[in-house]
């Protein structure tokens, strides 16, 4: 099974809920094509001159697909911007900024291509199970970009109070997803890490070199300096690692119903994913808690995979907070189990990138933080 061949193959649309009701917030329909949701949004930046606090959007899309989403601008232009990979347009004026929970969901049309005929009739068990049972609902590799080659989240450290470790995480391990210059930028800082006054004018003007610049003045001061970390990326961070804990807690619910023969894996970003196979009724609660020392009274039938999804970190539930800055905490509350497919149907046909074989294009909805990738990985798992 091949996914993302062709750009095409790939399409989301945002579904928004924010009333065009006239006021200072600018809306734009935002259209991106091979690059991130903040990439895009640091292009916009740039292109009018804006401060990152001046964009609010309601979630990241996938840098390798065609997506089209929402951003508002506070007494932004009533302009567009055409980029090769970027495309903007002013739909009209809100009242206020665009904010997380005006996403209701994403559409989606996806074609997986080069599949044997014979497999066909797996894929129909799996689509008809995704569709009756659904399927478990974990966060996907987009959620977990942070992270580098020791494989470390940034905000593990952080609730330890290792802020040191926190700063290094953040500004000098390497990533996949750095541009060349961010790239240098952060080979630069490991190989002079600590020499902080002769590092700060060799960095570009960004916020790496706020951090340096503020350690050469404070050395040592590494609590303080995490306050100097781009706070969308602060967010980023803490809801990486709490989105890994939620996973450990639905793989551990999955592990006890599941025996060896009933399971299904797929690879992950952060760590193997466990699925059922096709027409397994789970009896999974509804929803899992956000795992985070704001959860008071977690459900005592869920002790045992709450303990197992904090036991690879030697951690607490009570040591699951930011003790400084106060202005970057974890979220509380639930997200659903299982994810369900709205307005769902598929069709096969012959795959003209691969002679003989076949290509299947599924369209649905999903709704606000469901993955439609995870449906992929299920039927990969299916016919494996």
């Excluded at 969308?232 to 999955?254: C, G, I, M, P």
């Excluded at 997200?335 to 709205?342: E, F, V």
């Excluded at 769902?344 to 795959?351: G, I, Q, Y």
């Amino acid at each position: 099974m091949k996914l993302k061949r062709l750009p095409e193959d790939f399409i989301v649309e945002e579904l928004i809920d924010l009333p065009l009701d006239g006021g200072p917030f600018a809306v734009y329909r935002l259209q991106k094509q091979s690059l991130g949701t903040l990439e895009a949004m640091r292009a916009v930046e740039k292109a009018w001159n804006l401060a990152p606090h001046q964009l609010a959007y309601a979630g990241l899309k996938d840098k390798h697909a065609h997506t089209t989403q929402y951003f508002t601008v506070c007494n932004g232009p009533a302009a567009s911007l055409k980029q090769p990979a970027v495309q903007v347009r002013h739909v009209g004026q809100a009242s206020r900024a665009l904010k997380s929970s005006d996403l209701r969901g994403n559409r989606f049309a996806i074609v997986l291509r080069d599949f044997a005929p014979e497999q066909l009739p797996q894929l129909e068990t799996a689509i008809a199970a995704a569709q009756s049972t659904g399927v478990p609902n974990y966060f996907d590799d987009q959620r977990f970009g942070s992270l580098g080659p020791t494989r470390e989240f940034i905000a593990h450290p952080w609730c330890l109070g290792n802020y040191e470790r926190v700063i290094w995480l953040a500004v000098a391990e390497e990533n996949s997803h750095d541009r060349p210059r961010d790239a240098q930028q952060k080979e630069l800082i490991r190989k002079r890490w600590g020499e902080w006054a002769a590092l700060a004018p060799r960095l570009d003007r960004t916020w790496r070199r706020d951090i340096v610049a503020y350690l050469a003045e404070h050395p040592g001061d590494f609590r303080r300096a995490t306050a100097l970390l781009r706070k969308d990326l602060r967010s980023l961070y803490v809801a990486a690692f709490q989105s890994h804990l939620w996973n450990l807690t639905l793989k551990a619910e999955l592990t006890a119903r599941l025996g060896e023969k009933q399971r299904l894996t797929a690879a992950g970003a952060a760590g193997g994913l466990l699925f059922p196979r096709s027409g397994i009724e789970l009896n999974l609660p509804p929803a899992l808690p956000l795992l985070s020392a704001r959860l008071k009274n977690p459900p005592p039938e869920l002790a045992e995979s709450i303990a197992a999804a904090l036991a690879p970190f030697n951690m607490q539930l009570r040591e699951l907070r930011i003790k400084y800055p106060d202005d970057t905490f974890f979220s509380k509350g639930e997200r659903s189990s299982l994810l369900r497919l709205k307005d769902f149907t598929h069709e096969f046909a012959a795959d003209e990138l691969h002679s003989g074989q076949k290509k299947l294009t599924l369209r649905f909805e999903l709704g606000s933080g469901s993955y439609a990738t995870m449906l992929v990985k299920w039927l990969g798992a299916a016919i494996r």
